[in-house]
């Protein structure tokens, strides 16, 4: 089992929709964890970082949080052509250990 | 503010010939990560410092692989000799310990 884990994709949602990306992972001591967007050719970029149970929102993009269910989401609503890129879960499990998934590819169709 | 500096931004070497990569972290930031980034791929942590201390190289390739942050701000990570298999992309990330991290552009390496 890998210690992080993403359906590859691609996702494809028409504009405007939501979009809903899922991540598991194996460490149940994990404490931190964040999403990242990542252009094709770009380096990673922070979107949202979440810590407790729960949703936390900011703008357009929901982080969900299930640590009984070791489960984190992300939505995005309205989706728009310009969120078409891979989206990681990166996880920090014990001695602040941060590991990435392989990343889910999204595609937004005008 | 400035973000994480990476140098150089594409390197093209022989395999066996060396090569080394240069980070400078975001000010301030003690903890210092260097990735690998294959196609299709998430990051894979090749050394987390903190400070100058290197806190987790256990997925560092030793035989070849080297890294160092001599005085707990920017820092080199050397391939000798590189392989074939080494071409990928190298990011350099940085946070406060625990937190957010923030990567730079990444050093594109192509082994011929």
């Known amino acids: 089992q890998k210690e992080v884990e993403q359906n590859s994709g691609p996702l494809s949602v028409p504009e405007g929709a939501i979009a809903s990306l899922n991540c598991t992972y194996s460490?149940?001591?994990?404490?931190?964890f964040f999403w990242y967007r990542q252009y094709s050719g770009k380096s990673p970029e922070l979107i949202m970082s979440i810590y407790s149970n729960g949703d936390k929102e900011d703008g357009r993009f929901t982080a969900q949080l299930n640590k009984a269910s070791q489960y984190v989401s992300l939505l995005i609503r309205d989706s728009q052509p310009s969120d078409s890129a891979t989206y990681l879960c990166a996880v920090t499990g014990g001695y602040q250990k941060v590991t990435f998934g392989t990343g889910t590819k999204l595609q937004v169709i005008p | 503010e400035a973000g994480v500096v990476q140098s150089p931004r594409y390197k093209i070497i022989e395999k066996k010939q060396p090569v080394a990569f240069w980070c400078n972290p975001i000010?301030?930031?003690?903890?210092l990560y260097w990735y690998l980034q294959n196609l299709g791929q998430g990051p894979e942590l090749l050394i987390r410092y903190e400070n100058e201390e290197a806190v987790d190289d256990s997925q560092l390739p030793k035989d070849r692989f080297s890294a160092e942050r001599l005085k707990g701000v920017d820092s080199t990570l050397k391939i000798q000799p590189a392989e074939l298999g080494d071409s990928a992309v190298y990011l350099c990330?940085?946070?406060?310990?625990?937190?957010?991290?923030?990567f730079g552009p990444g050093t594109r390496l192509t082994v011929l």
């Open positions: 000010s301030g930031h003690n903890t």
């Open positions: 990330a940085s946070s406060l310990p625990g937190g957010e991290q923030f």
């Open positions: 460490d149940r001591v994990s404490q931190s």
